[in-house]
């Protein structure tokens, strides 16, 4: 029969039952023998097969096939180590395991001298210096140096999942893949880290895990030079140089570099939320998004810069405040060279050259560059302020104008000028002040001539020409050339009183009241 034809010619067996056959096959060339072996295994692959799995249709020409492959569905494992207890499907592979325990290795490579316990995994392991990959898909091209990686990458193009996960019905391509799968379910995390005690749910979790205490990272770009832990994040970024977007979104046709890129934005049409704070409720799409979230209950900041110790919920935000030491702006405008240290401040920039306002708000129609700029100018419409003052209450609609405010209390003047040693609360109004050493004024008046120093004191000035008072009290209707005096203004009503001084307690309307007072403590009182 053709079974016992094929294990003549593995074996080359010289029995007298067959005398004439073995003695042909002794004259016979290595050629000759190679040729009739091929026809033997095309004659039992074109065999028919009878033997059908009921649970994923795959068919067998033995019984005994099939019986060693519906182990896999059912995820039995009879053949046990005497030593360790471990089990496998099959003896073949209890027989390989149990060579750990005896530290048998009997192939070794003639090229780099490493040795393997099977004869496969030797020739396997050759193909890596000679290059071979003999097994080529049918339906890409794409050559695999064995038959069983071929085979898995066949069911990209089938779209096959033999493997079901048992517990909530997920289907994988690989066995591999349904383990590790599956230990989300038992919380199962066998491979610790020895450096740092974290486990997690498979090897190579854990190998990449450890590239983080090694600083480890093999992966070489070679057009820029940039290393990565991980071959997939390599191809992912050697796309930023090819342009390469393969990944296609079937709703918009906005196309990305990678499928986790591409599954994020989908979300955008679907709507989809899955990953939700256990303690305020807040959804996201991303788990990255809903990790660095918590961070905000925990108070939680990680990642430190060791210049200045400075720390942070997320180390691409500790990435971009390094750039603040070292002044690094790796993101250049093409248009007109201006450089970015973020790639989002970038593309916002950019839109300056292209005029570009995509982000329309449907109560007012008003467009704007950026969705977080939408999202701020909404507030207005709905007068929410979620950022409040825990001294004295007061609310604001964005974060940074809530720190700045909280520097009155404080007294803190981080910025301050080298020439003359005046201290201020912004970063504006110390370039605005070191004019004055300067003697710049580039921004000049159309109407009457006169410079200013900056672009907010010449649209102050023009409004004298204009006499135009578009700020107007909700409570007296009194009028105002500028937002800023209104505010003051409007304390009148309020009763409002921000401007503490930090030695008697006495609190003031105006900031420039509360200097005045400060000098009765200084004794820089004037006669």
Avoid: W
């Amino acid at each position: 029969n053709i079974l016992g034809d094929i294990q003549r010619i593995q074996s080359n067996k010289k029995g007298n039952t067959e005398g004439k056959r073995n003695k042909e096959t002794r004259h016979e060339s290595p050629q000759r023998r190679k040729t009739s072996y091929q026809e033997i295994l095309q004659r039992l692959d074109t065999k028919e097969k009878q033997h059908e799995c009921s649970q994923c249709y795959k068919t067998f020409a033995r019984r005994s096939d099939l019986v060693i492959h519906q182990i896999i569905h059912t995820g039995e494992n009879p053949h046990q180590c005497g030593t360790c207890g471990k089990a496998f499907s099959k003896v073949c592979h209890l027989k390989t395991h149990q060579k750990i325990h005896t530290g048998e290795k009997l192939y070794k490579c003639t090229t780099c001298g490493k040795v393997f316990k099977q004869l496969s995994n030797l020739k396997g392991h050759q193909m890596i210096h000679t290059g071979e990959k003999p097994h080529q898909c049918s339906t890409c091209r794409k050559a695999f140096r064995h038959m069983s990686a071929l085979k898995v990458h066949q069911r990209i193009h089938t779209g096959e999942k033999p493997h079901q996960c048992s517990t909530c019905g997920k289907a994988f391509r690989q066995i591999t893949l349904l383990k590790t799968h599956q230990r989300i379910h038992t919380g199962e995390n066998p491979h610790q880290c020895s450096t740092c005690g974290k486990a997690l749910s498979c090897m190579s979790a854990l190998k990449r895990h450890q590239m983080i205490h090694t600083g480890e990272k093999p992966h070489q770009c070679t057009t820029c030079g940039k290393a990565f832990r991980q071959i997939t994040l390599l191809k992912t970024h050697q796309r930023i140089h090819t342009g390469e977007n393969p990944h296609q979104c079937s709703t918009c046709g906005k196309a990305f570099s990678c499928m986790s890129a591409l599954k994020t934005h989908q979300m955008i049409h679907t709507g989809e939320k899955p990953h939700q704070c256990s303690t305020c409720g807040k959804a996201f799409s991303h788990m990255y998004h809903l990790k660095t979230h918590q961070m905000v209950h925990t108070g939680e900041k990680p990642h430190q810069c060791s210049t200045c110790g400075k720390a942070y919920s997320h180390m691409c935000h500790l990435k971009t405040h390094q750039m603040i030491h070292t002044g690094e702006k790796p993101h250049q405008c093409s248009t007109c060279g201006k450089a970015f240290s973020r790639m989002y401040h970038l593309k916002k920039h950019q839109m300056i050259h292209t005029g570009e306002n995509p982000h329309q708000c449907s109560t007012c129609g008003k467009a704007l560059s950026c969705m977080s700029s939408l999202k701020t100018h909404q507030m207005i419409h709905t007068g929410e302020k979620p950022h409040q003052c825990s001294t004295c209450g007061k609310a604001f609609t964005k974060m940074f104008q809530l720190k700045l405010h909280q520097m009155i209390h404080t007294g803190e003047m981080p910025h301050q000028c080298s020439t003359c040693g005046k201290a201020f609360n912004q970063l504006c109004h110390l370039k605005k002040h070191q004019k004055v050493h300067t003697g710049g004024k580039p921004y000049r008046c159309t109407t009457c001539g006169k410079y200013f120093r900056s672009s907010s004191d010449l649209n102050k000035h023009q409004i004298t020409h204009t006499r135009e008072k578009p700020h107007q009290c909700s409570q007296c209707g009194k009028a105002f050339s500028h937002m800023s005096v209104l505010k003051r203004h409007q304390r009148i009503h309020t009763g409002e009183k921000p401007h503490q001084c930090c030695q008697c307690g006495k609190a003031f309307s105006r900031i420039s009241i509360l200097k005045r007072h400060q000098r009765i403590h200084s004794n820089d009182v004037l006669p």
